[in-house]
T-cell receptor, first 115, second 114 residues
C-alpha cells in the first residue's frame, strides 16, 4: 500500500523567507501525489498534483513541488512566504484499494508565518 | 457554482444519540468520501463510495454508517456505538481520472458530543 510521511508537524518562517515543507512517499508503482492546504475550520483545497507529466509541478498561490524518484520525495516550496500562507498543509498519495481509488494523507504540517 | 455542501456546520449531540451529517455535491462526480479529522492526526477515511448503491469501509468505519441512494448525496450517520465521536468531519468527491483525480472537499461539520 502507498503511504506518505510529512517531516515536521510545525514549521515557522518569517514573512518573505523561503517555505519548505517536506514529504516522502512510499509506493510500489509510479505514484500520483498531491499537496492540499487547509485554513482553520475549512475543508481542504488542492494546491498542486503530480501525475508523471513533469517532475516540477507549479500550483496555486506561488507554490511548487518537485518529484524526485531517487529520493522518494515530493517537497513543497514557495520562494517568499506571505502572512496569508499560514495554514495546514497535507501531502497525499493516491492508492487503489479493493473498492476503488482512495487518497492516503500525511499527518499534516502547520505553517506559521512571522511578521 | 459547482461544489460540495455539508450541513450543519456545527452539531451538538448527547451521548447515546445517533446523528446524521449531510453531504451533497453537484459536480457530477461518481466517487465520494467521508473523513474524520482530529488534531495532529491528519485525515482518516471512514467510508467511500465509487458508485450509487455501493460503498466500502475505510480505516475507521466502526460506529459509522452511510448510504448512497443518489449520485449527489452521501450522508454519514454517527451512531451511539462510536465511542469518541467528537471531531471535524469532511466530505469529499473525486474528479474522474483513475488515481490522478484530485478530491474536492466540503467545508466540514464539527460534531461535539455533550
Amino acid at each position: 500500500a502507498q503511504s506518505v510521511t510529512q517531516l515536521g508537524s510545525h514549521v515557522s518562517v518569517s514573512e518573505g523567507a523561503l517555505v519548505l515543507l517536506r514529504c516522502n512517499y512510499s509506493s510500489s508503482v509510479p505514484p500520483y501525489l498531491f499537496w492540499y492546504v487547509q485554513y482553520p475550520n475549512q475543508g481542504l483545497q488542492l494546491l498542486l498534483k503530480y501525475t508523471s507529466a513533469a517532475t516540477l509541478v507549479k500550483g496555486i498561490n506561488g507554490f511548487e513541488a518537485e518529484f524526485k524518484k531517487s529520493e522518494t520525495s515530493f517537497h513543497l516550496t514557495k520562494p517568499s512566504a506571505h502572512m496569508s500562507d499560514a495554514a495546514e498543509y497535507f501531502c497525499a498519495v493516491s492508492d487503489q484499494g479493493t473498492g476503488g481509488f482512495k487518497t492516503i494523507f500525511g499527518a499534516g504540517t502547520r505553517l506559521f508565518v512571522k511578521a | 457554482d459547482g461544489g460540495i455542501t455539508q450541513s450543519p456546520k456545527y452539531l451538538f449531540r448527547k451521548e447515546g444519540q445517533n446523528v446524521t451529517l449531510s453531504c451533497e455535491q453537484n459536480l457530477n462526480h461518481d466517487a465520494m468520501y467521508w473523513y474524520r479529522q482530529d488534531p495532529g492526526q491528519g485525515l482518516r477515511l471512514i467510508y467511500y463510495s465509487q458508485i450509487v448503491n455501493d460503498f466500502q469501509k475505510g480505516d475507521i468505519a466502526e460506529g459509522y454508517s452511510v448510504s448512497r441512494e443518489k449520485k449527489e448525496s452521501f450522508p454519514l450517520t454517527v451512531t451511539s456505538a462510536q465511542k469518541n465521536p467528537t471531531a471535524f468531519y469532511l466530505c469529499a468527491s473525486r474528479l474522474p481520472g483513475q488515481g490522478a483525480g484530485e478530491q474536492f472537499f466540503g467545508p466540514g461539520t464539527r460534531l461535539t458530543v455533550l
